[in-house]
Nanobody, 126 residues
Framework: QVQLVESGGGLVQAGGSLRLSCAAS????????MGWFRQALGKEREFVAA????????RNADSVKGRFTISRDNAKNMVYLQMNSLKSEDTAVYYC???????????????????WGQGTQVTVSS
């Protein structure tokens, strides 16, 4: 059973940057696609970014293209989300997720993921 723990959230001014980390334990994630989602208060959980097991393929939501970058370090069992040029609308709880499906199907729906972290709050002040 894989456990995921996010960290790195906090309060930042608009235009600033944050780097979220996702630490996996209980098993290697090197064969899993990984994703980041976010959920703002009163809204549904939405896709942010995903990365293939190798790190060679990524997918970003249109709302974060050019600003957010997903990456991973399989040797450390870690996934990251670098967030630049933050906007107030990026305020949400950010979740890390793992998809056990073999291969790369560019997963962007919550139902495609098998394991979830508890989330980390990101608040962007304008």
């Amino acid at each position: 059973q894989v456990q995921l723990v996010e960290s790195g959230g906090g309060l930042v001014q608009a235009g600033g940057s944050l780097r979220l980390s996702c630490a996996a334990s209980g098993g290697a994630i090197s064969s899993y696609a990984m994703g980041w989602f976010r959920q703002a208060l009163g809204k549904e959980r939405e896709f942010v970014a995903a990365i293939s097991w190798s790190g060679l393929s990524t997918r970003n939501a249109d709302s974060v293209k050019g600003r957010f970058t997903i990456s991973r370090d399989n040797a450390k069992n870690m996934v990251y989300l670098q967030m630049n040029s933050l906007k107030s609308e990026d305020t949400a709880v950010y979740y890390c997720a793992a998809d056990q499906t073999p291969g790369w199907i560019s997963p962007s729906r919550p139902s495609e993921y098998d394991y979830w972290g508890q989330g980390t709050q990101v608040t962007v002040s304008s």
